[in-house]
């Protein structure tokens, strides 16, 4: 799939969206409508990332050393939990990804989430300015194309 870009790159070419025809027009903004949703996709999937890291950092600001003996919830899935007691509060066990898991003290388990949010966000923000980007490209396809046609109207 090419790539579609305001801003010009030494491995691309720029053309003047005017010397397209309607049905090239209209190919790129199908090409830019299929590229937003993807935006889409991602932008939602990093904000629950980042929502899980965030909480999970929050979840850590409660332990303490008074947390030990203290009884808890422990999620076995999404809906079910089975009682227990949390014992040695000053490690903890962490979910790194693709089903790894650590044993991290309080502070470094709260840097982990902390270094992940950020991140995850700063992620969010480069997606965020290229839909912006695909964004403005495809309004001044859908402008051309109008154009295009009310010529052909008139003509």
């Known amino acids: 799939m090419a790539q579609i870009s305001a801003t010009e790159q030494p491995h ?3 053309i003047d969206l005017a010397t397209l025809n309607i049905q090239q027009l ?3 903004k199908q090409q830019l409508d299929q590229e937003l949703d993807l935006f889409q996709e991602s ?3 990093l904000k629950m990332a980042q929502q899980k890291f965030q909480t999970s950092n929050e979840t850590l600001q409660n332990f303490d050393a008074d947390s030990e003996g203290k009884d808890i919830l422990v999620p076995l899935t999404g809906s079910m939990y089975v009682p227990g007691k949390l014992i040695e509060t000053s490690n903890v ?3 790194i990804g693709t089903r790894y898991y650590v044993e991290k003290d309080i502070p470094m388990a709260k840097d982990y989430f902390q270094r992940k949010t950020k991140f995850v966000t700063e992620q969010m923000e480069k997606i965020q300015y290229l839909g912006l980007e695909k964004s403005k490209i495809r309004d ?3 402008e051309i194309i109008q154009l295009k046609l009310n010529q052909q109207q008139q003509g």
């Open 93 to 95: 066990i962490i979910d």
């Open 140 to 142: 001044a396809i859908v």
């Open 12 to 14: 691309m070419k720029q």
């Open 26 to 28: 209209g190919t790129l």
């Open 43 to 45: 932008l939602q999937s």
